[in-house]
Structure formats: C-alpha cells, structure tokens
C-alpha cells in the first residue's frame, strides 16, 4: 500500500466506508461526476417527487463548498504555515451540519488536476484547475490520478491558474466533503454551466428555496455611483443575478450576491468594492478565522 493511501486510510480512522468512498471519488473522479451529473440533470425533471426530498437533503448535509474571493483564495495559496481548526465556531463561515473543519497542512505542497466537471460537459478549455492544498490529498493525486493529468506545483502557478480562470468569470470554491475528510484542501475554479455543486444546487431550489451546496464568501458589494459609467459588464460577470440595469439605474440585490468578487476584478472603472455582509456567514479569510 502507498504512503499516500495509508495516509487516507488514517484521515477517516475507524470509518472505513469514508475511506472507500473518498478512495474511488478520487481514483474515479471522471465517472464519479458524470453519474452526479446525471442525477443532477434527472432530478430537474422529477424535482417535486416527494422522496427525492429527503434524499437531497441528506446529500446536501454531505457535499458542499465555500465561495472564495480573490483575496481569500490568494492568502491560502500563499500560505507558510499549517492551519488546524476544527471548532464548532467554524459553523460561522461553512454553515453546514457535518463538513466543517478548515485545516491546511503542508500547504505549500500543491497538486493540480483535470477538473472532472468540465471533462464531463465537454464545454470548457482547458481542464487543469482541480488544486489540492497539502501532501496527504495532494500526494494522493500524483499517486493515483495521473490519468487526470495530475502534477505538483508550486502557489505562484496554483495563483495564475486562479486569476487565469477568475478572468474567464469561473467561480472559485473551496470544497468541504464528509467522504473527503470532512474538511478543506481541495479548491476548484468552477464553472457554473458545467460545476455538479452549482448545478445541484440550482436544481434543489425548485424544491427548497434554502437548499444549497454552496456557502455564500460572506461579502457585499459597495458601489461607486461617481465612478461608475453604466456599462453594464457587472451584470454580464455576475452568475447569481445579483445585479441589473433597469432604466438606466443599477439595482443591487444583496441577498442573492455570494461576494464572489468576479464583479469587483471586472469592473473596468473600479467602481466596486467588497466589505463583510453581517447577514452572511462570516468569509474563509485565514486572518479573520473564529
């Protein structure tokens, strides 16, 4: 058995069936995801069956992200020492049930793959932008997933593939799955057309108007009318439509926003800035952790 397994083997402890699962989503990441998105696509047909609602609710206790923004995301990409918190407190940036553990060990040690989502869509070029922060999921990767084209880099790379993709308008996430450990470590730069968790989530809201897989970065958007020519490229960036010209007047609605920051970087007047939304869980931000 490969260091890097047994390192998997002792992540999950005596939780064997989470060691298997989290073995074969990486192992099988491709075929992984296209049967999720099948399910996702299959749901949005029988979304108001009634025993798909329990169903749901339970993976979505199980499987979900954190919205980063630019300057979030680049703190963790930079980071030089561990971080290891496990608190209840971190309910308040991740608010969800099971999943919640923010650690980064050896987060120097970066490893980045084919996106799976992508490969199974078919839609988006190129697929490189899976990172893995930390030897033990990182050196999985490059042991068993060369086959998605696995390869350490180092945070200067693992940041242009960031801002590559932010200027692209892709979402970054970081992912918080219980077969994965229950914690960070894997950040993606999600596409909202092709990502199984936006499109999941997109599909449970016909359902449940609160059911979703994604936390929101914990931001607000603040505009400056004086700067601001009315171009209206805000509104082209923004996934969540969070934003809209109507009779010459920008409407923002705030609570639709996930403080993404994709807004804020295209802006070509630099009208628009980002500050914590009380109403929001708190942001993933390594400086402002409970």
Same mark, same amino acid.
């Given at each position: 058995?490969?260091?890097?397994?047994?390192?998997? @083997?002792?992540?999950?402890?005596?939780?064997?069936?989470?060691?298997?699962?989290?073995?074969?989503?990486?192992?099988?990441?491709?075929?992984?995801?296209?049967?999720?998105?099948?399910? @996702?696509?299959?749901?949005?047909?029988?979304?108001?069956?009634?025993?798909?609602?329990?169903?749901?609710?339970?993976?979505?206790?199980?499987?979900?992200?954190?919205?980063?923004?630019?300057?979030?995301?680049?703190?963790?990409?930079?980071?030089?020492?561990?971080?290891?918190?496990?608190?209840?407190?971190?309910?308040?940036?991740?608010?969800?049930?099971?999943?919640?553990?923010?650690?980064?060990?050896?987060?120097?040690?970066?490893? @980045?793959?084919?996106?799976?989502?992508?490969?199974?869509?078919?839609?988006?070029?190129?697929?490189?932008?899976?990172?893995?922060?930390?030897?033990?999921?990182?050196?999985?990767?490059?042991?068993?997933?060369?086959?998605?084209?696995?390869?350490?880099?180092?945070?200067?790379?693992?940041?242009?593939?960031?801002?590559?993709?932010?200027?692209?308008?892709?979402?970054?996430?970081?992912?918080?799955?219980?077969?994965?450990?229950?914690?960070?470590?894997?950040?993606?730069?999600?596409?909202?057309?092709?990502?199984?968790?936006?499109?999941?989530?997109?599909?449970?809201?016909?359902?449940?108007?609160?059911?979703?897989?994604?936390?929101?970065?914990?931001?607000?958007?603040?505009?400056?009318?004086?700067?601001?020519?009315?171009?209206?490229?805000?509104?082209?960036?923004?996934?969540?439509?969070?934003?809209?010209?109507?009779?010459?007047?920008?409407?923002?609605?705030?609570?639709?926003?996930?403080?993404?920051?994709?807004?804020?970087?295209?802006?070509?007047?630099?009208?628009?800035?980002?500050?914590?939304?009380?109403?929001?869980?708190?942001?993933?931000?390594?400086?402002?952790?409970?």
């Amino acid at each position: 058995m490969k260091v890097s397994t047994r390192n998997l @083997v002792k992540l999950h402890g005596w939780r064997i069936d989470r060691f298997v699962h989290n073995y074969l989503y990486f192992v099988f990441y491709r075929p992984y995801v296209r049967v999720a998105m099948a399910i @996702v696509r299959l749901s949005r047909r029988f979304i108001r069956f009634k025993p798909l609602a329990g169903v749901a609710r339970m993976a979505f206790d199980r499987y979900h992200s954190k919205v980063l923004s630019a300057g979030d995301v680049q703190k963790i990409l930079r980071l030089e020492k561990n971080i290891h918190s496990v608190s209840q407190k971190n309910k308040q940036v991740v608010p969800f049930r099971y999943a919640t553990r923010i650690i980064f060990q050896e987060p120097e040690f970066i490893a @980045v793959m084919d996106c799976p989502c992508k490969a199974a869509t078919g839609t988006c070029e190129p697929l490189a932008c899976c990172i893995a922060i930390g030897k033990k999921t990182a050196g999985f990767w490059l042991d068993h997933c060369q086959k998605y084209h696995a390869r350490q880099i180092g945070q200067e790379e693992a940041l242009s593939i960031v801002r590559y993709y932010r200027s692209q308008g892709h979402i970054t996430q970081a992912f918080f799955k219980v077969a994965t450990g229950g914690s960070t470590g894997v950040i993606c730069n999600c596409c909202p057309d092709c990502c199984v968790s936006l499109q999941a989530t997109a599909a449970a809201r016909a359902l449940d108007p609160g059911l979703t897989m994604n936390a929101p970065a914990g931001y607000r958007v603040v505009h400056d009318q004086d700067r601001c020519s009315g171009c209206g490229r805000c509104v082209e960036i923004c996934h969540f439509q969070a934003v809209r010209i109507t009779d010459g007047r920008r409407l923002y609605d705030a609570a639709r926003c996930m403080g993404c920051e994709l807004c804020v970087e295209h802006c070509p007047e630099c009208a628009l800035t980002l500050e914590i939304n009380p109403d929001k869980p708190l942001p993933l931000d390594l400086d402002r952790l409970p």
